[in-house]
Nanobody, 125 residues
Framework: QVQLVESGGGLVQPGGSLRLSCVASGFTLDSYSIGWFRQAPGKEREGVSCISQSGRVTTYLDSVKGRVTISRDNAKNTVYLQMNSQKPEDTAVYYC??????????????????WGQGTQVTVSS
């Protein structure tokens, strides 16, 4: 059974940090580009960051550049999203997703085949 499971969400104060994890089961993650997306109440889903199969290509949403780092450990079938200097506007449900994109990745959600169930991130004092 193909599955992606996110973890690491929670409540964090403004300026704080969280690291989200996305663990794959039922398939080999190194064959897929991975994206992190988020959706806040009343807003559209948006791509936050993505990483290519090899990890050599990464892309970030402009509003998170310099604060967020995506990485992957294919041996552990896991992708991470390190989020620093968190802001209240980062509050959302965060999802990871997998897509077979050669030599790159995209922040558009359409190409992604597999999705996790999401993890809530709340930035508040």
């Amino acid at each position: 059974q193909v599955q992606l499971v996110e973890s690491g969400g929670g409540l964090v104060q403004p300026g704080g940090s969280l690291r989200l994890s996305c663990v794959a089961s039922g398939f080999t993650l190194d064959s897929y580009s991975i994206g992190w997306f988020r959706q806040a109440p009343g807003k559209e889903r948006e791509g936050v960051s993505c990483i290519s199969q090899s990890g050599r290509v990464t892309t970030y949403l402009d509003s998170v550049k310099g604060r967020v780092t995506i990485s992957r450990d294919n041996a552990k079938n896991t992708v991470y999203l390190q989020m620093n200097s968190q802001k209240p506007e980062d509050t959302a449900v965060y999802y990871c997703a997998a897509a077979q994109i050669r030599n790159g990745c995209t922040l558009l959600w359409g190409p992604y085949d597999y999705w996790g169930q999401g993890t809530q991130v709340t930035v508040s004092s």
